[in-house]
């Protein structure tokens, strides 16, 4: 059974580790529960997100939680995120109080997926068509719509 979680949920787990593992000092960024089928989480431009695409148990999303953690706290403290050096010490010492294994990959293998993929919305296309005309001179902007 699916370990179903909420933005409310990822914001007090967040709470509870940011004192644990980062003395309190990390600033809160938004939350996001995906649907991403690829990754399993992200940390970007203030949004944490983790995806609920995925079976899988909560131990799981704690360490996917916390893996994004470690790059907000890269962020607010280095200024980039990346998986080197600064990421593998803080996640060693995470995995050592904890018994996890944060690593720069979580593997999907052998879980399945919790909802359908969805579908691709077929999208309209705008071209623009630029004129110029040999009654007037001007030129004229037409617009033509295309489905995909």
Known sequence: MQY???KDTLAEKFQVYNEQFFDGELAVPRFRVGRGARLLGSFGRGVLTVSAYWDVPEDEINKVLLHEMIHVWQVQTL???????????KAAEINAATG?????????????PAMK????????????I????????????L????DD
């Open 79 to 89: 200024g980039k995120a990346d998986h080197g050096r600064s990421f593998k010490i």
């Open 130 to 141: 630029k004129k110029k005309c040999a009654k007037d001179g001007l030129l004229h902007i």
């Open 117 to 128: 993929p969805r579908k691709k919305a077929s999208r309209r296309r705008t071209y623009v």
């Open 100 to 112: 996890y294994d944060i690593a720069r990959l979580t593997s999907r293998e052998g879980y399945q």
């Open 4 to 6: 179903v979680f909420t």
């Open 143 to 146: 617009f033509k719509l295309f």
